[in-house]
């Protein structure tokens, strides 16, 4: 994620990649070659002769002469990176999920508020285009009234890192990946009233048992319901993402990379009526970093990405395991 970002940086005009930090010595002469990752985006050799360079990120973040510190390391450092960045008066933006733990979040608003600075999650589905065109459609009332939705994201294991697999770590596929979508949710209709869990096709309830995968439908209290699904699989599987919203007027998804639309009176589940959505052009890392800058400069708080939501995102992503491990039993959603 780090090479993603920085490649998306190098593309936003008024912005300067001034330091960088790495224990990998061929990634610090800016050979990325090998980054990888669910989207494989990340890859390339780039220019770093302009660029300071340090092995320890903790000295990068209290020497280097910078404005922004751009977190991408693995997520139990999450916090403790971004506590330190804060105190040294460093704006912040660090991936998602935003700490490993809840009962990390609070401290790393509280010391946003103390230092002035911004604070930012990276969420990226919220800059990505064809979720962005989602967003309009509610927004302008082309759906009308959100009545279900369905968002969800499949891949094959992350053998390729050598931390994503440790549930210690990372917090395994619903805390890491599925995170995505459960930050949909919310920024459709904030947190539900319960919850309800299993875990998905062909997987037992966690890691242990190689595939990681849910099922869970969120129930809110004006009879909405969305489903969260996907994880990690076994057998290679290849990264996908999708969503469905039914509205009261039309329902929109993101199926096999098409964005769709049909108004209302399609029977339920048929093929038919699906029309495609024009998504407008522009890269979702870029939008990110983009819109994360200028609430820097212009000391915005970042209003399309709080990081409250982003704690609480995290927060319902831990119940949501719990749930799973409950069978499939409603729990209350307190976060």
């Not at 005009?13 to 001034?18: E, G, K, N, Q, V």
């Not at 330091?19 to 669910?38: F, H, I, P, Q, Y």
């Not at 039309?250 to 959505?277: I, N």
């Amino acid at each position: 994620m780090g090479a993603t970002h920085i490649r998306a940086l190098k593309t936003i005009p008024d912005a300067r990649l001034t330091a960088v930090a790495a224990r990998n010595e061929k990634a610090l002469t800016g050979d990325l070659s090998g980054a990888t990752g669910n989207l494989d985006r990340g890859g390339a050799v780039l220019d770093f002769s302009d660029v300071e360079k340090f092995r320890d990120w903790r000295a990068m973040i209290a020497e280097a002469d910078v404005d922004a510190v751009d977190i991408c390391l693995p997520t139990g450092l999450h916090a403790e990176a971004t506590l330190l960045a804060l105190q040294h008066g460093r704006h912040v933006l660090v991936e998602k999920p935003m700490a490993l733990s809840v009962a990390e979040c609070p401290p790393m608003l509280a010391a946003a508020e103390r230092a002035g600075k911004t604070l930012m999650v990276a969420h990226v589905l919220r800059f990505w285009p064809e979720y962005l065109e989602l967003r309009r459609a509610i927004d302008n009332g082309g759906l009308g009234v959100v009545e279900r939705a369905r968002f969800e994201r499949h891949c094959g294991l992350p053998e390729w890192s050598g931390w994503l697999p440790d549930d210690a770590q990372s917090g395994g596929a619903v805390i890491d990946l599925l995170i995505h979508d459960v930050d949909q949710a919310i920024a459709l209709q904030g947190l539900p009233r319960e919850v309800e869990c299993r875990p998905g096709r062909g997987s037992a309830a966690g890691p242990a048992a190689g595939a990681d995968t849910l099922e869970a439908v969120l129930h809110y209290a004006n009879g909405v319901s969305i489903e969260v699904g996907g994880g990690w699989y076994t057998g290679g599987t290849p990264f996908s993402m999708g969503f469905e919203v039914q509205g009261t007027r039309a329902a929109m998804r993101l199926k096999d990379g098409r964005l769709e639309a049909r108004t209302r009176g399609t029977a339920e589940g048929a093929e038919d009526g699906w029309e495609p959505v024009p998504v407008a052009p522009g890269d979702g890392y870029r939008n990110e970093l983009a819109y994360f800058l200028d609430c820097c400069r212009e000391g915005r708080t970042p209003l399309r990405c709080l990081p409250e939501d982003s704690a609480r995102a995290l927060g319902l992503a831990v119940l949501l395991k719990q749930a799973r491990l409950e069978g499939g039993r409603r729990l209350p959603c307190i976060v």
